[in-house]
């Protein structure tokens, strides 16, 4: 039966890992959104020939599981390049978390750019003001409030997401879960353990999420 | 020589071409004097919008020249900062409005004074404040776009136009996104401001108040200036058949 002893004293060695999760998880963040905010910007101009290749690479991380896109990376890519083959697992995973996010969060972003709407840009260009004037006082202003909520949600998956780490032997909290059940074989705990920890994070973040999209949506 | 001053806008052979089927402006000729009151009239899909806007180059002109004040224009071979400055003499206030979402009104007032006639804060604001008062919104001089109504909006939008100092203001349809009871409102400010003398051109489908503040109407059809004269002329005797269709259609609505 579940052992409410075993499982107290378990909680914090699992939860010793945590900062993995969060180190993985500001990487990630920051990378996709570089990689984000890129994509959205060439299919915002529709740029040529770089519009539609991002819109393949998008639908190709967002079509496919992100465990098959890591094993591809870190298994399959390191095979024709030393550079992949020389990264230290944790920041293959970084990568491709970064890689994989930041097409969902191009999506988002892009979307925000869009939701600014002709007529002021118009009113802009009416008024004398440069494209430069017009993006930087008006189009990212708006269209930040816009997208603010959505990418928080996406930083609420890459937490979740930083649990494949383990899979090419990223010592985070999942990484201690096993080697703790190795020792002891009592998964109930140990996995009830790992999940309270994740949920307890993303409770938390849930409820800046309610927040800021409260405040994003009352700002004007 | 006393002519040539006062001429303020100068359009030559204008031509705006969609695609080789839709010529939405075929040849328009038109100066406009200084302290003149132009309103367009004509029924919908005639250019009258696309005129105004190929004014301020919101529209590309296929051809044709534009001269506003001192800068002139030329289609065939124009530069951004040809446009930029053209864009500088006239200003134009919207059928929706289009104030800037994240902006008040008083923000919305001031954007242009401190971004592109780099006015210091204090002073943009000064202005701001005053021509919000002119045009009754001063009391709501901190609200958001979205906490307006249309009228007041479109009273903002006016101010916004206005703070530019523009030598043309042009008017898009200013009146036809409101709801009646609001019309009146917009009404009374654009008429305030043609009694100063302000320099305008004004897309609209309201007739009577066309009559009442033109000192010039204009009848377009099928992308010409088909009529050209004073209110008199073409609103109360006109003598073309198609503006009499038109002023019977708009009548009767």
Redesign the interface.
Known sequence: MFKVSYFMEVLPVIASKVNVTFELTIAATIFALLVGVVIAVIGYYKVPVLSQLTRVYVSVMRGTPVVAQLYFFYYGIALYSNFVKNMTPLVAVAVVMSLNMGAFMSESIRGALLSV?E??K?????????NL?LVV??II??AV?IALPPLFNDVINLIKMTSLAFMIGVPDIMGAAKIEGAKTFRYFEIYAAVMLIYWIIVFILGIVHKFLEKKCAS?? | MMEKEKQLVKIEHLYKEFDSDTKVLKDINLTINKNEVIAILGPSGTGKSTLLRCLNYLTEPTSGVISISDVTVDAAHHTKKEILELRKHSSMVFQSYNLFKNKTALENVMEALTQVQKKPKAEAEKIALELLGKVGMLERKDFYPSKLSGGQQQRVGIARALAVNPNVLLFDEPTSALDPELVGEVLNTIKKLAEEGTTMILVTHEVGFAREVATRVLFMDGGQIAADGTPEEIIDHPENPRIRQFLNFVNRK
């Open positions: 709407d007529g002021q118009e009113a802009a260009y009416s008024l004398g003001m440069t004037q006082r008006i202003p708006q409030r700002m004007y």
